[in-house]
């Protein structure tokens, strides 16, 4: 059974700092891509950032490049969201999700076979 469990959100102010972890399973985080996305009540899912399983390469949302960064740490089977400068407009449920796809496919949730259950950020003006 794959898993993937999302931590480290929380309540923050305008400006500030959190950093999203996701613990994957070892036989979902070997040859998938991973990635963050949120959503808000009401509107679709939105493609924040995602890590391809073969090179590494990394796609960002226009809407968060430059303040989000992606990353992982392999040996723990870890995924994580680097998020500066909140605004609250990322007030959102953050969910990090695994693809056996590469490529600018990536940027739609539809290659995602697996996902986490969403972790709670809220932002503050």
């Known amino acids: 059974q794959a898993q993937l469990v999302e931590s480290g959100g929380g309540s923050v102010q305008a400006g500030d700092s959190l950093r999203l972890s996701c613990d994957v399973s070892?036989?979902?985080?070997?040859?998938?891509?991973r990635a963050w996305f949120r959503q808000v009540p009401g509107q679709e899912r939105e493609f924040l950032a995602s890590?391809?399983?073969?090179?590494?390469?990394?796609y960002y949302s226009d809407s968060v490049k430059g303040r989000f960064t992606i990353s992982e740490d392999s040996a723990k089977n870890t995924v994580y969201l680097q998020m500066n400068d909140l605004r609250p407009e990322d007030t959102a449920v953050y969910f990090c999700a695994a693809s056996p796809n590469r490529g600018p496919s990536l940027m739609s949730g539809t290659s995602y076979d697996y996902w986490g259950r969403g972790t709670q950020v809220t932002v503050s003006s």
């Open positions: 890590i391809t399983w073969s090179d590494d390469t990394r």
């Open positions: 070892r036989r979902t985080f070997v040859n998938r891509s």
